[in-house]
């Protein structure tokens, strides 16, 4: 099939290729022509496992191109999906569609022929029916367009895996039996061929998918994190007790992970914006749960902050301290919402000198946080450090000897916020260790 994708962000970019790779000839299209260029030249503009290569090959294949121009992407295709951002609005109070509508109006004004409008941005329920009238409104080809809605599910560093393989695709549309549904099952055909479990709807269901998911997950992670509270005051072993709940086929292990909690682009901003969507629709003390869902996981990097300033005897003033990781989690150069460097930038308005490392996202960091210090090197970061944290869990820093780090440190102090250091190891190298929810 030929199709487009309109916003080559994250999500457009990462699509995109995948759509070339299961055989369609795909053309993506961002109003950003720095942003064309380097995914026409065979790059992505983030970091994602994977993603380069695809992109080299199939932008040299001639199968995946990129355009500025909206009245190029209408006329290549009639099966355009939309991709674009739905940041938080400023007042932190729900989504700013104004990127999607807009995106919206300049594709429906060139629109002449009938075609399939997908919508994938995450956007709060009672969305579909207003980009169906804008399209009907704005488009030459008026009623001929219809309108699917298709969320998307993926996880950084595994979104190349989760697009191509994923869990579940869910399809949304207007009505039973569309033209729509039949262009998407052929589209997807390969992907639902491997055996993904295909779930049909309607358009509020699909509207909702994404961001009830996303709670679920985010209330499972604050959850094992408020029982971590109760570990530490107790000496129980949150590690361990998550090892016990997870047995439980009702419950599970997987994204149980006690720590520092989540960050990122997502979990968060979907948090919030569930919950303001169900104030607006008059259900607000329905999902009330998820306010405390996200006052847990804010606690979780003040209590960093405590063990901190507790480790250095009640105040950080003058001290520095070496912090691993910068990125919302591994294998990302994603730092949005990172609780690694809000605990790190909390600390140095304590008046500590704060001095961060990551293997992927310092150029991220620096830009955003100038104010913190930087090194690329986790074995060099620790020298003359007072105390270490290890905030973002990538794998290599679990491999580095913790008896070559002791006599760089001024003392050696280590609070692992993410729970994966060999705690036993790092004592007997003579490191003291404290680790959220263990003794």
Same mark, same amino acid.
């Given at each position: 099939?030929?199709?487009?994708?309109?916003?080559?962000?994250?999500?457009?970019?990462?699509?995109?290729?995948?759509?070339?790779?299961?055989?369609?000839?795909?053309?993506?299209?961002?109003?950003?022509?720095?942003?064309?260029?380097?995914?026409?030249?065979?790059?992505?503009?983030?970091?994602?496992?994977?993603?380069?290569?695809?992109?080299?090959?199939?932008?040299?294949?001639?199968?995946?191109?990129?355009?500025?121009?909206?009245?190029?992407?209408?006329?290549?295709?009639?099966?355009?999906?939309?991709?674009?951002?739905?940041?938080?609005?400023?007042?932190?109070?729900?989504?700013?569609?104004?990127?999607?509508?807009?995106?919206?109006?300049?594709?429906?004004?060139?629109?002449?022929?009938?075609?399939?409008?997908?919508?994938?941005?995450?956007?709060?329920?009672?969305?579909?029916?207003?980009?169906?009238?804008?399209?009907?409104? &704005?488009?030459?080809?008026?009623?001929?367009?219809?309108?699917?809605?298709?969320?998307?599910?993926?996880?950084?560093?595994?979104?190349?895996?989760?697009?191509?393989?994923?869990?579940?695709?869910?399809?949304?549309?207007?009505?039973?039996?569309?033209?729509?549904?039949?262009?998407?099952?052929?589209?997807?055909?390969?992907?639902?061929?491997?055996?993904?479990?295909?779930?049909?709807?309607?358009?509020?269901?699909?509207?909702?998918?994404?961001?009830?998911?996303?709670?679920?997950?985010?209330?499972?992670?604050?959850?094992?994190?408020?029982?971590?509270?109760?570990?530490?005051?107790?000496?129980?072993?949150?590690?361990?007790?998550?090892?016990?709940?997870?047995?439980?086929?009702?419950?599970?292990?997987?994204?149980?992970?006690?720590?520092?909690?989540?960050?990122?682009?997502?979990?968060?901003?979907?948090?919030?914006?569930?919950?303001?969507?169900?104030?607006?629709?008059?259900?607000?003390?329905?999902?009330?749960?998820?306010?405390?869902?996200?006052? &847990?996981?804010?606690?979780?990097?003040?209590?960093?902050?405590?063990?901190?300033?507790?480790?250095?005897?009640?105040?950080?003033?003058?001290?520095?301290?070496?912090?691993?990781?910068?990125?919302?989690?591994?294998?990302?150069?994603?730092?949005?919402?990172?609780?690694?460097?809000?605990?790190?930038?909390?600390?140095?308005?304590?008046?500590?000198?704060?001095?961060?490392?990551?293997?992927?996202?310092?150029?991220?960091?620096?830009?955003?946080?100038?104010?913190?210090?930087?090194?690329?090197?986790?074995?060099?970061?620790?020298?003359?450090?007072?105390?270490?944290?290890?905030?973002?869990?990538?794998?290599?820093?679990?491999?580095?000897?913790?008896?070559?780090?002791?006599?760089?440190?001024?003392?050696?102090?280590?609070?692992?916020?993410?729970?994966?250091?060999?705690?036993?190891?790092?004592?007997?190298?003579?490191?003291?260790?404290?680790?959220?929810?263990?003794?």
């Amino acid at each position: 099939m030929k199709l487009t994708f309109v916003g080559c962000g994250y999500l457009g970019a990462t699509h995109a290729a995948c759509m070339a790779e299961l055989g369609h000839e795909v053309l993506g299209m961002d109003s950003d022509t720095d942003k064309v260029a380097i995914l026409n030249s065979g790059k992505a503009p983030f970091r994602e496992r994977g993603l380069d290569e695809m992109l080299t090959r199939h932008t040299s294949s001639g199968r995946l191109k990129f355009t500025a121009s909206y009245a190029e992407a209408a006329a290549f295709a009639d099966l355009h999906f939309i991709g674009v951002g739905t940041p938080e609005r400023a007042d932190g109070d729900g989504y700013d569609l104004t990127h999607l509508f807009s995106a919206v109006r300049r594709l429906a004004a060139c629109l002449k022929n009938p075609a399939v409008i997908t919508v994938k941005s995450t956007v709060p329920v009672g969305t579909a029916p207003r980009v169906r009238d804008l399209l009907h409104q &704005i488009a030459p080809a008026g009623r001929a367009i219809e309108v699917a809605w298709n969320p998307e599910f993926l996880r950084e560093s595994f979104a190349i895996e989760d697009t191509l393989r994923p869990d579940r695709l869910v399809l949304g549309f207007e009505a039973e039996h569309s033209w729509a549904e039949a262009v998407l099952r052929r589209c997807y055909e390969a992907v639902v061929r491997a055996g993904t479990p295909t779930v049909v709807t309607d358009w509020a269901t699909a509207e909702l998918a994404k961001a009830s998911a996303n709670a679920f997950l985010a209330t499972k992670i604050s959850f094992i994190n408020a029982i971590a509270e109760v570990c530490e005051v107790t000496g129980a072993d949150v590690g361990k007790l998550a090892d016990i709940l997870g047995h439980d086929a009702r419950i599970g292990r997987r994204s149980m992970r006690p720590g520092l909690g989540f960050g990122g682009g997502c979990l968060p901003k979907d948090l919030r914006g569930f919950v303001a969507r169900a104030g607006e629709l008059g259900v607000e003390q329905a999902v009330v749960i998820l306010r405390e869902v996200e006052a &847990i996981n804010n606690r979780r990097r003040e209590r960093v902050v405590d063990l901190a300033c507790r480790e250095l005897d009640g105040n950080v003033a003058g001290k520095r301290i070496a912090v691993w990781g910068a990125a919302f989690k591994p294998e990302t150069d994603d730092i949005r919402d990172s609780p690694a460097l809000a605990v790190a930038e909390r600390l140095r308005e304590l008046g500590a000198t704060v001095v961060v490392t990551d293997p992927q996202a310092l150029d991220n960091a620096r830009k955003t946080h100038p104010e913190l210090d930087y090194a690329d090197d986790p074995v060099t970061v620790v020298e003359d450090a007072d105390l270490l944290l290890h905030l973002t869990e990538w794998p290599q820093y679990s491999h580095i000897d913790p008896r070559s780090l002791a006599a760089r440190a001024v003392a050696p102090r280590v609070i692992d916020g993410r729970g994966t250091l060999d705690a036993g190891a790092w004592r007997q190298a003579g490191w003291t260790v404290r680790a959220l929810g263990r003794p």
